[in-house]
């Protein structure tokens, strides 16, 4: 049973939605900068869930006043890396932390495999499960 | 899934109209006449406002005045679908320390905000440090992050001519003058660049640089203040800051002035701060001084003649009519 047609990977914010095309991607940008957000490009080929800290393209950016110069950014991160995800993050630096407030992939490749679920027998017929990306089979910036 | 997920595709685009309808832009979309744009914009508050906040400059106001004219004619072109060119808004502000270029900047970034021309309308203001970096590869981040910040805004860059220095054939100005260049050109609709500086050095600086020249549109001249424009500065930062003038101090005050202009190193509305703050200094010793008198609100508030006579300024005017 297929319940995710096409692979789409969905993780952060608008995943189940059809890809954000850059008008709407300016407006979420807004809404951050108007909370005061500093806002990152960050980008990977691997899509396990678990994979948390991406590679960040340039470096995060603070006390923006408008979304073009962002825009531009992911742009350029797009340009360079045109076959991985490509995520926006804002950040929350009032608490003195890195807190991640809002996240939502802005590219991703043209074929994504999906994952694959993994079952490992242990002891007493007893079965662990876990899930694996087809495309991490494959050596880093190789897998798209 | 993918059903249900297209009209919430709708809803995120309706909620970014509805947003930039708020916006000047589309609002002025409809006007007709230059009333209905100056109406809609606000912009000519802005103008009054500077009428009135800042004294003398009437050269830099009347061409402040044909700018806005000049934008709102053109928006009222588009409005009737004749296609004009995108104005080129770059400028360059020349004119000696302290005539004002800084505020002006301030008040030329929510004119054009008012009008549409600039989204955010703030001022980003920084000098060659902010663009320039100190070893190879440094410049191009430097400059290109002061350009994102400026986005939306007016980028304002004091003392502009620091960026090219042909004394150093491997200084790294001439990098930020380029990346400068092509967002200047391709991004006009993103940010407005003005630059400030002395006459006779930004003068050398557009030589040099005949592309940045060329992209430069309007060139405006700050005159030197005269000593009664000086006095009425002086009056409105002591009002500002809850200080008066004795009654005679003012006329000690307008000698002092007649007496600093003469001297080197003048800078206009600034020497007039720095002045104001030093006696202000003088008055509060005099007031020290006297550890068991009772002040009242007009001591505390009021500027004597002695106060301004304590200068240096005097004293060196006295030395030289001995010689």
């Known amino acids: ?144 | 899934m993918s059903n249900s997920s297209i009209p919430s595709g709708r809803a995120e685009n309706s909620v970014t109209t509805a947003a930039q309808s708020a916006d000047p832009p589309v609002a002025l979309g409809q006007a007709r006449s230059v009333g209905e744009v100056l109406a809609q914009s606000q912009v000519e508050d802005v103008i009054a406002e500077l009428d009135r906040d800042l004294v003398g400059l009437a050269p830099v106001k009347a061409r402040i005045r044909d700018i806005a004219a000049l934008l709102v004619i053109d928006k009222l072109r588009i409005n009737l679908g004749l296609v004009s060119e995108a104005p080129s808004l770059h400028m360059n502000f020349v004119g000696n320390p302290g005539t004002g270029k800084t505020s002006v900047a301030m008040r030329m970034a929510q004119i054009l905000h008012r009008l549409g021309y600039v989204r955010k309308g703030h001022l980003v203001a920084v000098t060659r440090d902010d663009l320039v970096g100190q070893y190879i590869g440094h410049t191009a981040p430097k400059t290109k992050e002061v350009l994102k910040k400026a986005m939306g805004g007016v980028l304002f860059i004091d003392e502009a001519y620091y960026l090219y220095r042909p004394e150093n054939e491997r200084d790294y100005g001439q990098e930020a003058i380029e990346i400068l260049l092509q967002v200047m050109e391709n991004q006009r609709d993103d940010l407005v660049v003005i630059l400030a500086g002395y006459k006779d050095r930004m003068d050398t600086f557009f030589e040099s640089n005949p592309g940045m020249s060329s992209r430069v549109a309007h060139h405006l001249d700050f005159p030197d203040y005269s000593v009664d424009e000086l006095l009425q500065i002086s009056q409105k930062m002591l009002t500002q800051q809850n200080y008066v003038f004795a009654p005679d101090a003012d006329t000690m005050f307008q000698r002092y002035l007649d007496l600093r202009v003469q001297q080197p190193h003048f800078a206009n509305a600034r020497s007039v701060r720095n002045a104001l703050d030093r006696a202000r200094l003088r008055q509060a010793s005099r007031l020290f001084a006297d550890r068991d008198r009772q002040l009242s609100v007009d001591d505390l508030r009021t500027l004597t003649a002695s106060d301004f006579a304590a200068s240096r300024v005097f004293q060196q005017a006295d030395v030289r009519s001995d010689e």
């Open chain 1, 1 to 144: 049973m297929m319940t995710n047609q096409g692979n789409r990977l969905t993780q952060g914010q608008f995943s189940f939605l059809p890809d954000l095309t850059d008008k709407q991607i300016t407006a979420q940008i807004e809404y951050a900068l108007g909370k005061n957000w500093a806002l990152g490009v960050e980008y990977t080929d691997d899509p396990h869930p678990r994979n948390t800290y991406w590679e960040m393209y340039g470096n995060p950016m603070f006390d923006l006043k408008d979304a073009s110069g962002i825009l531009k950014e992911i742009n350029a991160c797009r340009k360079t890396f045109p076959n991985h995800y490509v995520r926006v993050t804002a950040f929350d630096a009032t608490q003195g932390v890195e807190s991640v407030q809002m996240s939502y992939i802005v590219n991703r490749p043209k074929n994504e495999p999906g994952f694959g679920l993994t079952r490992q027998e242990i002891g007493g017929r007893q079965i662990q499960y876990t899930v694996h990306s087809y495309a991490t089979d494959k050596p880093e910036g190789e897998r798209y």
